[in-house]
Every structure is written in C-alpha cells, then in structure tokens.
C-alpha cells in the first residue's frame, strides 16, 4: 500500500490544480474584460469633452470678436469653423453610440445638449445665437465632467 501512496497523492492534487488553473484564468479574463470597458468609456468620455472644448472655443473666440468689434481674419476663421465643424460631428457620433458607452445620465444630457444647439440656431440674432450656443456647451461641459467622473470612479 505504501507503493501506491505518492501516486494517490498525485491524483489528488490534479483536480486542485485544474480548478485553481480554471478559476485563475476565469477571473484574469474578468478583469481584462472590465480594464477594456473601462479604457473605452474613459477614451469616449475624453473625445467628448475634447469636442466640447473645440465647440467652445470657436464659439468664445467669434463671441470675443463681437463685443470688441472686430473682425476674424479669414485664416483664423476658417481654422474656428473647422475645428468647430469637427467638434459638432465627433459630438453627434458619440451620441449616437452614446447609449452602449455613457451612463443613461450622459446621454441624456447630450440630447439636452443637441436640443439646445438645434433652438441657439434659430435665434434672431448672431450675438443671440452664439450666446445660447456657448451658454448650452459650457453647461454641458461642465455637468459632463461631473457625471464621467462619478461613472468611471475617478
């Protein structure tokens, strides 16, 4: 019997390795799992607030521009209305994607923000239009970085 006793206690070690083999690769694929989630939402929650801030310079600059009376030159100008152009349309497709990414918070306060831009272009006004534009974004901004800090626990 004592021949047999090392190799019964082999046997009885294999089923304690597999499980603790399993489980640990298990919980390894877990956390990678939750690392990447984390990593996207941070990256979109970043791409959004970067084109909040392109928005909101464009929109602070032409605003400055006003109450000094003068005018952009065409360059400069052109450069705003890019760098806004840009903002707007990464804006739009991250609401888009919004609801798989951003907390049910975020995207509603990107509508909100949407909604907001959509009535500034109706306005009677240009000095109307870039006054509720740039008062809807810094709004939206800063409520943003509220909820994106609460949602990734930062």
């Not at 690392?35 to 600059?61: G, N, P, Q």
């Not at 806004?84 to 995207?107: C, E, N």
């Not at 709004?139 to 800090?149: D, M």
Request: proline share 3%; charged share 25%.
């Amino acid at each position: 019997m004592s021949d047999w006793q090392p190799l019964l206690n082999i046997l009885a070690g294999i089923p304690v390795a597999v499980l603790t083999a399993w489980l640990t690769v298990k919980l390894s694929l877990s956390r990678f799992r939750s690392e990447k989630w984390f990593e996207r939402r941070l990256d979109s929650y970043t791409k959004v607030i970067e084109a909040l801030h392109f928005m909101k310079h464009c929109t602070e600059t032409e605003m400055r521009a006003e109450v000094q009376g003068h005018e952009i030159d065409e360059k400069a100008k052109t450069e705003l209305l890019t760098s806004y152009a840009k903002g707007r349309s990464d804006l739009r497709r991250l609401t888009d994607m919004g609801a798989l990414i951003f907390s049910p918070a975020a995207v509603a306060l990107l509508d909100t923000l949407n909604s907001e831009l959509l009535e500034a272009s109706g306005a009677p006004s240009y000095w109307e239009h870039l006054d509720a534009e740039g008062a809807a974004i810094a709004k939206c901004l800063s409520a943003l970085r509220t909820i994106a800090k609460r949602d990734l626990n930062a």
